[in-house]
């Protein structure tokens, strides 16, 4: 079966960057998109960006542009999302997902927490 | 970018009741529009994809409808596995945004 799974919960200083790392299974890594969103405590879900494993490009929504990158090491089917320069505002928990515009398979979320 | 709206935010319910929740879409997305379930603690699970097709393994309980700015989510009976936070997304263009979402309680 599909699975995605996400490396573990993060704590991190203002102006840190976090590496977030999603391992797929049960399927052809490189012929799905991965998707990240994230969803601070209590609040809805805010899609980041995309990137297509296959070649490695990406799109990101404008909020993040310049703070976010995302890669992939196809060997390993494994994709990563990585944030730099971090705020308090960016404490939530961080999702990757299957797809380009539906999202059929989700990782079980990383919790990511910026705090001095 | 395309604002989501649902409504209601929140709605107490009982086990057997219909229930329907609205999405609006800022602009006509024709049907690019996917329901997702979220339980406390969980990721996201897809439901409803373009609008009114249910996905592999929902219980058929679940529906879509809808087309253009309005959609609806209805539970035909709702069940006690069912109470849970529902987010409408539109897959028409990019940025892919969500609703606020909607939490089921139990009443």
């Known amino acids: 079966q599909v699975q995605l799974v996400q490396s573990g919960a993060e704590v991190k200083k203002p102006g840190a960057s976090v590496k977030v790392s999603c391992k797929a299974s049960g399927y052809t890594f490189i012929s799905y998109d991965i998707i990240w969103v994230r969803q601070a405590t209590g609040q809805g879900l805010e899609w980041m960006g995309w990137?297509?494993?296959?070649?490695?490009?990406?799109g990101f929504a404008q909020k993040f542009q310049g703070r976010v990158t995302m890669t992939r090491n196809t060997s390993i089917s494994t994709a990563y999302m990585e944030l730099s320069s971090l705020r308090s505002e960016d404490t939530a928990v961080y999702y990757c997902?299957?797809?380009?515009?539906?999202?059929?398979?989700w990782g079980q979320g990383t919790l990511v927490t910026v705090s001095s | 970018d395309i604002q989501m709206t649902q409504s209601p935010s929140s709605l107490s319910a009982s086990v057997g009741d219909r229930v329907t929740i609205t999405c609006r879409a800022s602009?006509?997305?024709?049907?690019?529009l996917n329901w997702y379930q979220q339980k406390p603690g969980k990721a996201p699970n897809l439901l409803i994809y373009a609008a009114s097709n249910l996905q592999s393994g929902v219980p058929s309980r679940f529906s879509g409808s809808g087309s253009g700015t309005d959609f609806t989510l209805t539970i035909s009976s709702l069940q006690p596995e069912d109470f849970a936070t529902y987010y409408c997304q539109q897959s028409y263009s990019s940025p892919w945004t969500f609703g606020q979402g909607t939490k089921v309680e139990i009443k």
């Open positions: 997902a299957r797809g380009s515009r539906t999202f059929d398979s």
């Open positions: 990137m297509n494993p296959n070649s490695g490009n990406t």
């Open positions: 602009q006509s997305i024709s049907t690019y």
